[in-house]
């Protein structure tokens, strides 16, 4: 499949191939092979070049936002075919934020009714000796919080929701 991608002002003809699992993607001319595994609602973890990624993927109301170990990159993703739009809607119902990995909770910087905007951090958690902030896949209202800090927690444990 082909598609036509634009994220901070750049644009690329995108060529996805997929065989048992696997996927190629042709960006120009640079090709990648990757291994695309779900992990949850939103997430998955990507093997490229060796390396495991975590990363949560979601609809917005302009195209998709991808966060990569907490950057977020808005992403405008059009059929290059049919040149029709992906992923624009409306958000339904509440926004689970999951541990992307095992770890534990070092500060939770938001409170429950707190308004959050995307791409806002919402806990810090260390995992394999390193903190990491995780933030906000969209913009909401923090309607619960279920960890405290100093909390450990296992991969796809639930942390919070946004509503």
Not at 16 to 44: F, N, P
Not at 93 to 108: E, R, S, Y
Not at 142 to 162: D, F, S
Request: aromatic share 4%; net charge negative.
């Amino acid at each position: 499949m082909f598609f036509d991608a634009a994220t901070g002002g750049k644009n690329a003809r995108i060529e996805v191939r997929e065989a048992q699992g696997r996927y190629q993607v042709t960006i120009g001319d640079k090709t990648l092979d990757l291994d695309w595994v779900r992990t949850g609602e939103h997430e998955a973890s990507v093997l490229l070049d060796g390396a495991s990624h975590d990363i949560t993927v979601e609809k917005t109301a302009e195209g998709f936002a991808v966060l990569i170990r907490g950057d977020r990159f808005d992403v405008d993703l059009k059929d290059a075919v049919k040149g029709v739009a992906l992923g624009k809607v409306a958000h339904a119902g509440p926004l689970k934020l999951n541990a992307p990995m095992p770890g534990k909770i070092v500060k939770v910087l938001v409170s429950p009714g707190d308004t959050v905007e995307a791409g806002r951090g919402v806990l810090v958690m260390e995992a394999m000796k390193m903190e990491n902030e995780l933030k906000a896949a969209r913009a909401g209202t923090i309607q619960e919080i279920r960890v405290k800090e100093g909390q450990a927690v296992e991969m796809g444990a639930l942390l919070l929701i946004i509503g």
